[in-house]
């Protein structure tokens, strides 16, 4: 059995480290809210992001960033995308070389445009980066639901190493070597969802829905081909698996917020009736810059953006969005002659 090192004790750790010891690993989990660790001691329960999950007697609570770090064999980086950045380089002194840490956030860096792992490997040069992600929200996890899941790293044995701690009869773990590609589907998939909670919202019905989720793929694998991902990434559960869960889901904080939006909130007061991280709201921008810098359309992306930042309406944005040019849907196959 490993041991681990949770660092962040949001709704999404904290389900990991409940299913990690239930797995039978020894899990040290660590908050940058010394008040949340407080509460997870006394409780065993995180009363505010994961109610009604009883967190085991085994588990271990530290208010200490090296107690969680030091000795570890795996360390599993679980802060909200836009605090990354600052917890790894809170880390990095602290890390050994060849050390482990798997990202499980999804998110862009709206200045440098880079995915989370680029940005860990650039604050922890002597980690080995990794990520965890697909269709899983937080809630049913730690409910035991069915779950599956993909672990992608640069090199295989670590793939499969992170696939053997994880994976369990209700977690079923896959791997891959399209690091940059699990990344890319699915920090541009909440974009996509919040305009899928926008379309709700409004009050439109499936085929809008249906219609958001295949466009929305259309454009996450356009620019995630361009930029390195491979086809197959965004066809699977890191692509089109997390945008289904996440544009459907009544657990989806960035469907949430976008419902609230087209609802008429603003941004800010429907993340603040969120009361998490919308993290498709920070990747928004960068989505829309680095569809810039390679040169592929993303209109929904694009309409997206100008809801959030220009004040436009989102029923006005639909509108744009269906009176765009008459186009082929593949317009790469060919029509008999």
Known sequence: MAKIGMIGAGSWGTALAWLLTNNGHTVTMWSALPEEIDMLK???????KLPGVKLQQEMQFTKELAEAVQGQDLLVLAVPSIF??????????????????????KGIEEDTLLTLDAQIAEEIPQAEVAVLSGPTHAEEV???????????????????????????????VYTSPDVLGVELGGAL???VALAAGMADGLGYGDNT??????????????????????????????????????????HSRNRKAGYLMGQGRTAKEAMDEVKMVVEGVYSAKAAVA??????????IVEQVNKILFENKSAKDAVK???????????GQLPWEA
């Open 42 to 48: 006394s409780t065993r329960e995180h009363k505010d």
């Open 84 to 105: 990354t950045r600052r917890t790894a380089a809170q880390m990095r002194s602290l890390v050994a070389e060849g050390q482990i840490v798997v990202n499980v956030a």
């Open 142 to 172: 730690g409910r035991g639901l069915p779950t599956t899941i993909v672990a992608a790293a640069k090199k295989k044995a670590t793939a499969e190493y992170i696939q053997e701690i994880f994976a369990s009869d209700v977690f079923r």
């Open 189 to 191: 998939k909440n974009v």
């Open 209 to 250: 829905k249906a219609a958001l989720i295949t466009r929305g793929l259309a454009e996450i694998s356009r620019l995630g081909i361009a930029m390195g991902g491979k086809a197959q990434t965004f066809a699977g559960l890191t692509g089109m698996g997390d945008l289904i869960v996440t544009c459907a889901s009544v």
């Open 290 to 299: 680095l569809a810039k810098q390679y040169g592929v359309e993303m209109p």
């Open 320 to 330: 744009e969005l269906m009176q765009r040019d008459k186009k082929s849907e593949h």
